[in-house]
C-alpha cells in the first residue's frame, strides 16, 4: 500500500509560481510511474502531467506545456511539480498519484493510489 501527501499548495497572483512536491511512503517508490491530475470546482479530475519510473518519459497535458515541469527523486521518494507563469485556470485542487505499470501515462484508470490533494488558487 502506497500513501501520498501532496503539499506546496497556496494562494498566488497571475504570473506567479508555485512548487507542489508529493512525498510516497509504503512501497517501492522507483516501481511506479508517477503522475499530477486537478480538479476544478464542478469539473472532472483532470490529466496535468506525468513522468514515468526513470524520469526518461513525461507528458503534459496541452494547457501547461511549456509552464509546468515534472519531476522526481527516486532516492527522496518524491515527485515534484514546478508550475510557472500560472493563470486563474490553473486553480484547483492538485493531485498526486501512482501507477504501477512504471509507464507515463495520462490516464485516471492506469493510477493505482491517489493523494489527498492540494489547493491551488490563481487569482487575477
Known amino acids: 500500500q502506497v500513501q501520498l501527501v501532496e503539499s506546496g499548495g497556496g494562494l498566488v497572483q497571475t504570473g506567479g509560481s508555485l512548487r507542489l512536491s508529493c512525498a510516497a511512503s509504503?512501497?517501492?517508490?522507483?516501481?511506479?510511474?508517477m503522475g499530477w491530475f486537478r480538479q476544478a470546482p464542478g469539473k472532472q479530475r483532470a490529466f496535468v502531467a506525468t513522468?514515468?519510473?526513470?524520469?526518461?518519459?513525461?507528458y503534459y497535458t496541452e494547457s501547461v506545456r511549456g509552464r509546468f515541469t515534472i519531476s522526481r527523486d527516486n532516492a527522496k521518494n518524491i515527485v515534484v511539480l514546478e508550475m510557472n507563469n500560472l493563470r486563474p485556470d490553473d486553480t484547483a485542487v492538485y493531485y498526486c498519484?501512482?501507477?504501477?505499470?512504471?509507464?507515463?501515462?495520462?490516464?485516471?484508470?492506469?493510477?493505482?493510489?491517489w493523494g489527498q490533494g492540494t489547493q491551488v488558487t490563481v487569482s487575477m
Open positions: 498519484a501512482a501507477s504501477g505499470g512504471k509507464i507515463a501515462t495520462a490516464h485516471r484508470i492506469d493510477y493505482d493510489y
Open positions: 509504503g512501497g517501492t517508490f522507483s516501481n511506479y510511474a
Open positions: 513522468i514515468n519510473w526513470v524520469s526518461s518519459t513525461t
